[in-house]
């Protein structure tokens, strides 16, 4: 018994001892890892933040360029103009580099397609003549300088088509928020999060209507940069709606309601003006493509035989 009990004593001495060395040990892997861990992380934060930064700097290089350019060239008077800054903001264009940009394309663009055009005339197309190759010059010029406005403009289109064919929904969300009895600038809140995922344009615009219906002394102001943000007659209803709603004390509901129901009347009767001239659409590409084809079917058989009775 005495001998197992100094066995028993000595064996859970090496133990003690064993753990005594291993714990600091451990700790110190542990602190080691979490110190490794934690400079791991700072360096890859480091590098996130760096390659942020050589991307900002290289896109403030190039915003410099073009400012470069357009001061050289003395154009600054455009970069202020407010027609052009509504017809970007009407195109979805609202950085603060969208004016510069466009106006350094007006000028970039038409140089570059002259200079393409000019390669071209001197390779692929040096057998043709000195008059053709200037119209291809000056063809090649010409779309360079309208190439920039045709693009705002098809923008333009494309975004109030988009605002357009979703705004009598928003208005019935909207209208479905007031009766439950939330004020509009939390109606707006709520339509933007339900009309993101199917309307981004739309819901962007409501967004931003939003905020500065928060922020803004004057709401007047806030409906009546989302009327000129879009272009829409549609949208500048609902902002003067707005605008009689707080002048007067109209209910809200009601006048939503009004306006949702002629939004969708109108957008019902547009579908039936589409339908209704599909006809007269249809007229010349059956003329041309499927009237031949079944003169062709109903007296093909018939000159066959002809043919055949002319030969015996």
């Not at 390779?123 to 010029?141: D, R, Y």
């Not at 920039?148 to 928003?170: L, T, Y």
């Not at 905020?211 to 709401?219: N, P, Q, V, W």
């Amino acid at each position: 018994m005495l001998k197992m009990a100094i066995i028993f004593l000595a064996a859970a001495a090496a133990a003690g001892s064993v753990l005594a060395l291993a714990l600091p040990l451990m700790a110190r892997s542990r602190m080691a890892n979490r110190l490794r861990a934690v400079t791991d992380r700072r360096l890859e934060l480091s590098r996130a933040q760096r390659g942020s930064l050589k991307g900002r700097r290289k896109g403030e290089s190039r915003v410099a360029l073009m400012r470069a350019v357009v001061s050289r060239l003395k154009l600054e008077a455009m970069l202020d103009s407010k027609q052009l800054k509504a017809r970007l903001a009407q195109a979805g264009w609202r950085s603060r580099s969208a004016p510069l940009t466009y106006t350094f394309s007006r000028i970039a663009v038409p140089v570059l397609f002259f200079a393409v055009a000019l390669s071209y005339s001197a390779t692929l197309f040096a057998h043709l003549a000195l008059p053709m190759k200037l119209m291809i010059l000056l063809g090649a010029t010409a779309a360079g300088i309208y190439l920039p406005s045709v693009m705002v403009v098809n923008a333009i289109q494309k975004r109030q088509h988009a605002i357009g064919r979703a705004f009598p929904d928003a208005l019935d969300l909207m209208v479905i928020c007031v009766d439950s009895g939330l004020s509009i600038d939390a109606a707006i809140s709520r339509t933007v999060d339900e009309m993101m995922p199917a309307a981004p344009e739309l819901a962007e615009e409501l967004g931003l209507t939003g905020a500065e219906l928060a922020f803004l002394s004057d709401r007047k102001q806030a409906w009546a940069n989302l009327a000129e943000r879009t272009g829409l007659a549609t949208v500048k209803s609902l902002a003067t709606t707005m605008l009689q709603t707080d002048r007067y004390g109209t209910p809200v509901g009601q006048a939503l309601r009004v306006l949702a129901t002629e939004n969708r009347e109108g957008r019902m009767a547009e579908a039936e003006k589409k339908a209704a001239s599909l006809p007269a659409k249809l007229s010349v590409p059956m003329i041309l493509f499927f009237m031949p084809v079944l003169f062709m079917v109903i007296t093909g058989p018939a000159v066959i035989q002809v043919l055949a009775l002319m030969k015996h």
